[in-house]
């Protein structure tokens, strides 16, 4: 079974489209952290876990979503099969940021650290590519399939 073709170049995208899909990606993933961050102290996180604080999520948030967008937008630009690429690439990239936050389990490197801590900042990073990845979709459109 071979697979379909995409479509020459992505389809244009405004200005305005692109500015409105990044505030709407970081308002987004913003929000989605700040509940994440909310009931894990709740549930009995340390507040003292930096990475549960908003001033330390909230700029994360925003340099992850603007980091995300631009590597999305070279993908599209300079890809001949972004749509496929993008497929292997989100995940990997998700996991690959787990990786910290994974080792932070077997090590000290953040005061405050406990298992429920962890976990909400883990599912932080999949809440921000979660939200993100959509509103990417819509203001930097990929080609159709034909």
Do not use: C, K
């Amino acid at each position: 079974m071979s697979h379909a073709a995409e479509t020459g170049a992505a389809p244009s995208a405004s200005a305005g489209r692109i500015a409105a899909g990044l505030a709407a990606a970081v308002l987004a993933a913003v929000v989605a952290n700040a509940v994440i961050a909310v009931l894990a102290l709740a549930a009995g996180a340390s507040d003292g876990f930096l990475p549960l604080q908003a001033s330390s999520y909230i700029a994360l948030t925003v340099i992850g979503v603007l980091a995300g967008a631009a590597g999305w937008a070279a993908v599209r630009r300079w890809s001949r099969r972004p749509t496929a690429v993008l497929r292997l690439l989100v995940p990997a990239v998700v996991a690959v940021s787990l990786l910290p936050d994974i080792a932070m389990f077997f090590t000290a490197m953040q005061p405050n650290t406990t298992a429920l801590g962890v976990i909400a900042l883990m599912m932080m990073h999949v809440a921000t590519a979660a939200v993100a990845v959509p509103l990417f979709a819509w203001a930097l459109p990929l080609p159709t399939r034909r």
